[in-house]
């Protein structure tokens, strides 16, 4: 699964030139590009495939209801001179990075699927590829896979919330299983919603992307099993769950059962046992006490 949470990859993967002195060696880095520069011409690069390529919509307005149709992209030349551009078929949303930089992010709404719409923090059950902008292929899972978007770059969790999952499924006498009704997608990323200068296997530092997809089922998601969805620990609404660590420990809220670090787990705090934390403020100070450590009452006393 090549599908990798930048804020992780940059930590781990340092790109730069190595440089030799004349008495001792010196690693020499080279800086990231300006993220607002770069998007400028990737987008022109996105917007460049998407005026000169089509997918095979005829193929999929015979059979809307298909449960095998699988995008695929080509060049409108040829015998395929009148065929009707991406551009004037995809959708698009402004999405911004954890540096407040402006995106345009397109995406291709095939089919919108008719089940369960995911958030941010959910899970969703998915089968991809991921290509380049050139359609080489880096990455591609046709049997289904749940992916926690949390965990996911932001390009594609951003772009897959915009679907919904199946209705319903049945399973075949093979073990295979057919779904009803799930989303078909594709979203086109500039590098900085992707990898941007930490590239993955088959990708180059810089490179927009293209995700074509199935979404086929979603999980409200609640990571660290402490009462409080994924989604409700975006405290500071930046749709970046790695940013809200409340106790400063390192651990982010959405994955920590203790989220104020009064040593009392979260799932004990929801003194009314309604199954939602939140609603617990023992002290009346506008801060449930899962957020409060100066509240340490629990169910368990």
């Not at 899970?123 to 899972?141: A, C, E, M, P, R």
């Amino acid at each position: 699964m090549k599908i990798k949470n930048y804020l992780y990859l940059i930590l781990t993967l340092v790109l730069g030139f190595y440089s030799c002195g004349n008495d001792d060696d010196e690693v020499v880095q080279t800086p990231p590009r300006d993220r607002a520069e770069q998007y400028l011409v990737d987008i022109d690069s996105i917007e460049e495939f998407l005026s000169t390529h089509f997918y095979n919509y005829e193929e999929f307005q015979l059979d809307p209801n298909s449960s095998t149709f699988e995008i695929e992209f080509d060049t409108i030349a040829g015998e395929n001179s009148d065929k009707i551009p991406l551009i004037d078929q995809v959708e698009d949303k402004l999405v911004y990075d954890a540096e407040e930089v402006e995106y345009k992010l397109y995406y291709l709404k095939v089919r919108e699927g008719l089940g369960d719409t995911p958030t941010f923090g959910d899970s969703t059950f998915v089968t991809y590829t991921g290509t380049l902008i050139d359609q080489n292929v880096f990455d591609n899972s046709p049997i289904p896979i749940w992916f926690q978007l949390p965990n996911v770059v932001q390009g594609f969790r951003e772009g897959v919330i915009e679907f919904n999952g199946a209705t319903g499924f049945t399973e075949n006498p093979d073990g295979t299983f057919n779904y009803d009704n799930f989303g078909i997608g594709a979203i086109f990323l500039p590098s900085g919603l992707g990898y941007f200068n930490a590239p993955t296997a088959g990708t180059s530092a810089y490179s927009p992307l293209i995700f074509t997809f199935h979404m086929l089922g979603v999980n409200e998601a609640d990571s660290d099993n402490d009462g409080v969805l994924n989604i409700d620990e975006d405290l500071d609404g930046d749709r970046n769950l790695y940013s809200d660590d409340t106790d400063e420990d390192l651990i982010p809220d959405f994955l920590d059962s203790d989220d104020d670090g009064d040593n009392i787990l979260t799932i004990y705090e929801d003194l009314n046992e309604d199954g939602d934390p939140r609603n617990d403020d023992s002290d009346n100070d506008g801060i449930p006490n899962y957020l409060d450590k100066d509240s340490t009452v629990s169910t368990q006393d």
